[in-house]
């Protein structure tokens, strides 16, 4: 059983940083053979992608948030990294981290809150 976890939200205001963490372990779980990828779910809205990070490190950013955040990994702490910059009210979301092959493995998910 692969094990997700988040951490790093909470609240900042509008123009602010923060960066997320996620750790996976367990089971099948290698960050060598898994992509790591970050969503995100607003009150009333579908999950949406918000960045992915192939095994081979390729990144893809949605459009909402492409230039401001940036993904990362530290393959020997099994751990990934959403850094989010100049955040905006309309970032406000669950956060979830998603470690990706034939399966999708998801975290419970972390709340941020980006105030006017």
């Known amino acids: 059983q692969v094990h997700v976890v988040e951490s790093g939200g909470g609240l900042v205001q509008s123009g602010g940083s923060l960066t997320l963490s996620c750790t996976a372990s367990g089971g099948p779980f290698k960050m060598s053979t898994h992509a790591m990828a970050w969503y995100r779910q607003a009150p009333g809205k579908e999950r949406e992608l918000v960045a992915i990070m192939s095994t081979g490190g390729t990144t893809n950013y949605g459009d909402a948030v492409m230039g401001r955040f940036t993904i990362s990994r530290d393959t020997a702490k099994n751990t990934a990294y959403l850094h989010m910059t100049d955040l905006k009210p309309e970032d406000t979301a669950i956060y979830y981290c998603?470690?990706?092959?034939?399966?999708?493995?998801w975290g419970q998910g972390t709340q941020v809150t980006v105030s006017s």
């Open positions: 998603a470690a990706v092959r034939i399966q999708t493995y």
